[in-house]
Structure formats: structure tokens, C-alpha cells
């Protein structure tokens, strides 16, 4: 084998001994579809993959994907840089197509079963998806971008799912590295509504990524508080700005309950403050905020009475 290119195995399992031909061209299609704008997406303006498919057996497809440069100056740098195939190999697996990763976009899919709850960016390059029952996976950078992009997850459907659900007599579908047993990915037929389900939830472009930042030795005025002890919708000012947000300190709260402080607008309060960013798609949302501790309270001055003088 050329050291720029990879054979992937491409299997339907069950009984595969008649495959009608104009159902399978479009799942073909979809794969190189799906490898090619995969490798764009998380490459940008990087080698392109070359992709060619041949019968390998009933069932079966090769896949040959072969790295190609650009340009007389990328086939220059391609002898400098790091083998071809890692290229291929490290795209295939962040698409799922092959294992290797610990989540790819085809494992993310099926394990979500519909729209995320939430995705908080977590550290570079690591982003937590968060299911609606509430169960949490860490994902690489590069498979959120896949998975935000419609036409990949389409396509990963068009691969796995449609097959499936065109011929009853397949029972999976298979991706491997051929010789590289390790490398299997198996989608099943009980599989098969997850991915669909993920489809019908709409673009992950619409789901909130949170990313939390924590402010220490913050500065804020009082401006309005529910002084019953109620820990939500306090706002403060900071500056020119109003913060608006919840108090997570249970003794600030029974002190302000208890009357021991009243707050005034000229107060200063030292806290600890929790800022959640928020983007949904390309739209940057208002944050949120939480002050986790009041480090210190210093009462403002003390407001003079006005004395009103006896009548004669």
C-alpha cells in the first residue's frame, strides 16, 4: 500500500447477496461526501483526500483514500511534515468512521439519541456534551465541529442508517481500516433511531455552549435584592455596568434575613463571581451570573436624619 493512502472497508452484514444498485450508488456517494467534507472541515485549506471505491466482496467495499497536495509548494512541505496516512487516519477517526478516539462524531450521535441539553466548553479544545437524562461526555474540538455541521450528520445517516433501513435483511453496518480489526465501528439496526432522532432535533448550531469563568475579589454596589433571603434576581453595580444574578452564599443570605445587614445603595460588597458565557450558533448571548461567596461587607456612610425642630 502507498504510504499516502488507506483502505477503509466499507460492510454491509446480513443478507447482502443482491443489493439494488440505485440504492447503493447514493450511500457511496454520502461516504465520500462525508470524508472528504469532513477532512475540510476540520483541515480547512489543508490536503485534500482522494476517494475511490471498488467491490471487495458481497457486501463489501474498498475505500481507497489517498492524501493529494495542492500545489507544487504543499507536495514540498508534504515531504517535510508527518506521514500522510496519520492524516487520513486521524480524520476518519474524528468523523467515527473508525475507532480509535475515545468519542468520534458517529459514536457522539448515537450516544446523544436527539439534541444535547447542553455543551459547556470545558478547556481548549474540549467541549462536555451534556444528554437529556442528564449523562455527560468530554469531546475532542475537532467533533463538535463535525457534528455542528448538518450535511456531515446527514451523511453519517446516509452511511449508516439508510442502508438499514432500505433492505431489511441488514442487520449492520461496518467501517474499518482494513487488516486493523481494532479499528471497527459497527452501527445495528436497534442504532438506527438515534441517529434519526439526532437528525429531527435540527442543527447542534442552535444549542447553547456555555463556558464558565470564576472572578475573584469583585467589587459591586447594591442595587435591588430580595431581602427575605431569596437567592435569585439580585442586581449590583459594577462599575457603569448591572449585574444581574444569584446569590449561591447561604450565610450572606440569613444575615440579610435576619436583618444583622441592610443593604444599602452605598454599600460595597467583596465577592467571589461565577460569569457564564453563553453563545448559541454564531450569537453571542447575555451572560449569567452567580456570586458563590461574599468575601467581605463594608457598610457605606451612614445616611444623616433630618432633625425637624419643635413647633412653638
Given at each position: 500500500m502507498p504510504d499516502n493512502q488507506i483502505n477503509l472497508v466499507y460492510k454491509l452484514n446480513g443478507d447482502v447477496r443482491e443489493v439494488d444498485v440505485f440504492q447503493l450508488a447514493p450511500t457511496l456517494l454520502a461516504l465520500g461526501e462525508l470524508i472528504q467534507e469532513g477532512n475540510q472541515e476540520v483541515n480547512?485549506?489543508?490536503r485534500q483526500i482522494g476517494v475511490n471505491v471498488k467491490p471487495f466482496r458481497e457486501g463489501s467495499f474498498i475505500v481507497d483514500l489517498t492524501v493529494f497536495p495542492q500545489s507544487h509548494l504543499?507536495?514540498?512541505l508534504d515531504l517535510l511534515s508527518t506521514?500522510?496516512?496519520?492524516?487520513?487516519?486521524t480524520v476518519l477517526e474524528w468523523i467515527g468512521l473508525v475507532a480509535g478516539t475515545p468519542f468520534g462524531a458517529v459514536q457522539l450521535v448515537k450516544w446523544l439519541k436527539g439534541k444535547p441539553k447542553s455543551v459547556e466548553e470545558v478547556g481548549p479544545g474540549e467541549l462536555r456534551y451534556t444528554a437529556v437524562d442528564d449523562r455527560s461526555i468530554t469531546v475532542?474540538?475537532?467533533v463538535h465541529k463535525l457534528v455542528s455541521n448538518s450535511s456531515i450528520t446527514n451523511n453519517i445517516y446516509r452511511v449508516y442508517g439508510a442502508p438499514i433501513e432500505r433492505q431489511e435483511s441488514i442487520s449492520d453496518v461496518k467501517t474499518y481500516i482494513e487488516d486493523h480489526g481494532e479499528s471497527e465501528v459497527v452501527v445495528t439496526r436497534d442504532e438506527v433511531p438515534a441517529l434519526k432522532e439526532y437528525l429531527s432535533q435540527g442543527e447542534i448550531q442552535g444549542t447553547e455552549i456555555v463556558k464558565e469563568h470564576t472572578h475573584s475579589g469583585v467589587y459591586l454596589n447594591p442595587k435591588r435584592g430580595a431581602f427575605d433571603g431569596d437567592p435569585r434576581d439580585w442586581s449590583f453595580r459594577r462599575g457603569g455596568e448591572i449585574v444581574v444574578a444569584t446569590i449561591k452564599d447561604v450565610g450572606f443570605l440569613e444575615k440579610c434575613a435576619k436583618g444583622e445587614y441592610r443593604l444599602n445603595h452605598s454599600d460595597l460588597l467583596i465577592v467571589d463571581l461565577l460569569e457564564r458565557q453563553r453563545v448559541e450558533g454564531t450569537t453571542v448571548l447575555k451572560p449569567v451570573y452567580e456570586i458563590l461567596r461574599v468575601?467581605?461587607?463594608?457598610r457605606g456612610p451612614e445616611q444623616s436624619t433630618l432633625e425637624i425642630p419643635?413647633?412653638?
Open positions: 480547512p485549506g489543508g504543499q507536495q514540498f506521514h500522510p496516512v496519520d492524516q487520513i487516519k475532542a474540538g475537532p468575601t467581605n461587607y463594608v419643635p413647633s412653638d
